[in-house]
């Protein structure tokens, strides 16, 4: 028997993020100790052995599911799929009841996952970017981390007696290669699931804009949250240049959390005062009078802002405002995005990429995800700009799309049907070239 489980001060904490996914864990478990005289306790499960040590099992589907471990002692944690767990918040709550008071038994954290999943970019971040594979690293609290790779040919068992489990993970290389990567390969240079495949800094991320902003139509979108983030963010809109297309600036952002409504209304008035928008597009709840005075009547009254409440309970909302958000990804007619972000759009920039598919609607992206600045963009653009999910903003009588030939399948920085940057000169040479022809600027 191993000395913590002889120990009856011993106490273990295994956890998942929904603990009915713990079944197999629990039962490997029980063929593992069955000779030690092991007993398992139910609702949650739980390990119990003669000298009194316990193992139990946990969830952290939540944001307070931390708390039913508040105040306890737990020397060895382990976390099953981390990626599972949204943000390093949570993880970080967890971890503050991972300590040790019993002589011999340090305090420990395993985990163990695969890359991809909604939490992908901050376990990255966290454990596999700080340090070469293997290579202790020590943070600026003198806490160690370590990140062991291993793929299944470090399993030479599984790969013996469960061949099939084998030849169905390369099955995956055409149906799905992100996903074969992740689980094949242990890549952590992808995401898989990932919503938005064509976003790039290098493509969508400018220090400036072509068009002033005081010849762009311009609005606020926003997303309520108080314990979460509260987002707004400015956004733009060119008129359409010489090719028919109209680019949308995201130029500002304010990103405050644990903040009232009165002194985000503050705010807003300093910021409406050098640059008046137009419109406040603002979701369902933030009409809500059911406390007194709705947050869009405060923002409305102390922060001179004209809002409107968005469609945000309108059929097949959040599955136009995904199409939206592809389409103004893709590139113009004239080689670009649409889309263009301000460098000092931070958390815009570092959220879109995270973003995952909703495993049970592919027409929408996973809400346990960073999506409070994609609510506040997508939810104004919805009003806005709805013919952006069907156009991409293209106008389709331009003389000189017939000259294009749209990318039929996915390329980093462009959607499918639309055009591949180096291909705008062709096209403009090829209607040139023709009798009478001449690309004119409006």
């Known amino acids: 028997m191993s000395e913590p489980v002889q120990n009856p001060l011993y106490r273990g904490l295994v956890i998942r993020k929904h603990v009915s996914d713990l079944r197999d864990w629990v039962d490997r478990s029980a063929r593992m100790y069955q000779g030690l005289g092991v007993k ?28 039913q471990w508040m105040g306890q002692e737990f020397q060895r944690m382990l976390i099953e799929e981390l990626t599972q767990i949204p943000d390093e918040k949570r993880y970080l709550q967890l971890r503050a009841s991972n300590r040790s008071t019993v002589d011999g038994i340090p305090a420990q954290t395993f985990s163990t996952t695969n890359p991809g999943g909604i939490g992908h970019s901050w376990v990255r971040k966290r454990f596999i970017d700080v340090a070469p594979y293997y290579q202790i690293y020590t ?56 919503a938005f495949r064509e976003w790039s800094n290098s493509f969508h991320v400018v220090n400036n804009f072509d068009v002033p902003l005081n010849q762009c139509q311009r ?13 707004a963010g400015w956004i733009a809109i060119t008129p359409e240049n010489r090719y028919g297309v109209q680019r949308i600036y995201v130029y500002r952002e304010l990103h405050l959390t644990q903040t009232e409504p009165r002194e985000w209304a503050k705010q807003l008035k300093m910021i409406q005062k050098i640059d008046g928008v137009r419109d406040m597009w603002m979701p369902h709840d933030t009409f809500n009078k059911e406390m007194g005075d709705s947050i869009a009547e405060i923002f409305r009254r ?43 759009c931070h958390n815009l920039i570092e959220t879109i990429p995270q973003l995952i598919v ?22 104004a ?62």
Request: hydrophobic share 35%.
């Open 40 to 67: 398992i306790g139910y609702r949650p499960w739980e390990l119990v052995f003669p000298s009194g040590a316990k193992i139990v099992t946990g969830h952290l589907k939540d944001d307070l599911s931390y708390t």
């Open 381 to 442: 653009l919805l009003m806005e700009t709805p013919h952006f999910a069907r156009s991409s903003g293209i106008r389709q009588n331009e003389q000189i799309v017939p000259f294009l030939k749209p990318v039929r399948g996915w390329q980093p920085g462009i959607q499918p049907g639309t055009i591949v940057p180096s291909d705008i000169m062709e096209a403009v040479a090829a209607y040139n070239s023709s009798p009478n022809n001449k690309l004119r600027a409006r």
């Open 302 to 344: 102390e922060g001179n802002m004209n809002v409107r409440p968005a469609g945000t309970l309108k059929k097949g909302a959040r599955a136009m405002r995904k199409a939206i958000l592809h389409s103004i990804l893709a590139d113009a007619v004239d080689g670009r995005p649409i889309l263009q972000v301000h460098e000092n």
């Open 219 to 231: 609005f606020i979108g926003f997303d309520w949250g108080y314990h979460s983030p509260g987002v």
């Open 139 to 194: 943070d600026s609290q003198g806490l160690k981390r370590v990140y062991i790779p291993a793929t299944i040919g470090d399993n030479p068992a599984l790969a013996t007696k469960a061949p099939d489990y084998v030849r169905q993970l390369d099955n995956l290389k055409d149906a799905d290669p992100d996903l074969w990567k992740a689980w094949r390969l242990g890549d952590w240079n992808i995401i898989a699931g990932q």
């Open 358 to 379: 909703d495993e049970h609607n592919p027409e929408d992206i996973d809400t346990d995800g960073p999506d409070h600045e994609y609510d506040a963009l997508t939810e």
